[in-house]
């Protein structure tokens, strides 16, 4: 019998139960249906690159762009194609096999729309998978990022819905499902995970996981953010989360959503490797790659060659390129995968957590 069954009824003291066991056991079970759904050795790379940095009016309580908060962010207008179009190729460069834009909004404005539909048609065009995330979207722009080629829309829920408030005021956690429901209706895929670290309980965490599991499609792409504390946030001094506790998370998480991609994201650089490698084994299987992850920093792309290479791990293959011709500087990243071996570029600085 399959271990790895997709389910959207999961109940609160289910998902608390599996937090509850004990670590190698959970551990277990969630490689277990890994190895059952995905090449257990393969990771995803994705490429995040602001297009749009500082000064939004969201006052999230983890985030340095926002404008409530008084953080050592530069505020950067939207980024011309040209610029958007040589990030991305050194991302595919990289390695990287999808590419990830953000922008600083509550909502995109409407004088915006026709720049980002360019940048989802260059980028989609170079082989890359897209993925935006801009904030709230209504109707009328989800259906123009659609029409447009978007692969991915990124709109996280943080945390709980009980927690929620403590951490973000100025949009509710139904504005948030919204959107998701008009990403989903549109027929685009969806990028949606949490942050942990925020000072919620384990409960929060495993309802966080819940509101996940029981959407009626599970999201594709599952992102696992650990804090990054930043200067000047009401959130720089929490406490850091118990590493295990982290591991718990991404376990649960692999079991609740077996056919979607887990992504360790935000807060890898201040991981060790036997942490990482924790996480790999119950259930990551994606990453950003690129010495910046928006604002805050990411492991140097010679410690991840390093990683990996001492686990194993390849990279999964890069899509082929449709006529465009790469730019960039080359260097080879360590990686290997079923196809050619990727070579390494510098990210930009920039900042969300995604």
Known sequence: MSLAASRNNWAIDEITALFSQPFMELVHQARSIHCECFDPNEIQISTLLSIKTGACPEDCQYCSQSGHYHTDVQTEKLLSLDEVRTQAAEALNSGATRFCMGAAWRSPPKSAMPALIDMIKTVKGMGLETCMTLGMLNE???????NAGLDYYNHNLD????????????RTYQDRLDTLTRVRTAGIKVCCGGILGLGETRQDRAKLL??????????????INLLVSI???PLESTETLDSFEFV???????????????RLSAGRDNMSEELQALCFLA????IFYGEKLLTATNPQAEADRTLF???GIKAEAAHSLTGTKLTGTKADTGFTSNKNKHTNANNIPCHTLT
């Open 140 to 146: 009328e722009q989800t259906q123009a990022l659609k």
């Open 159 to 170: 945390t709980s819905p009980e927690y929620y408030p403590q951490v973000i005021t100025t």
């Open 210 to 223: 819940q509101q996940l599991a029981n959407m009626p499609e599970h999201p594709e792409s599952v992102p």
């Open 231 to 233: 200067e000047g946030t």
């Open 248 to 262: 718990r998370t991404i376990a649960a998480a692999r079991i609740l959503m077996p056919h979607s991609r887990v």
């Open 283 to 286: 259930g990551a299987n994606s």
């Open 309 to 311: 290479q001492k686990l």
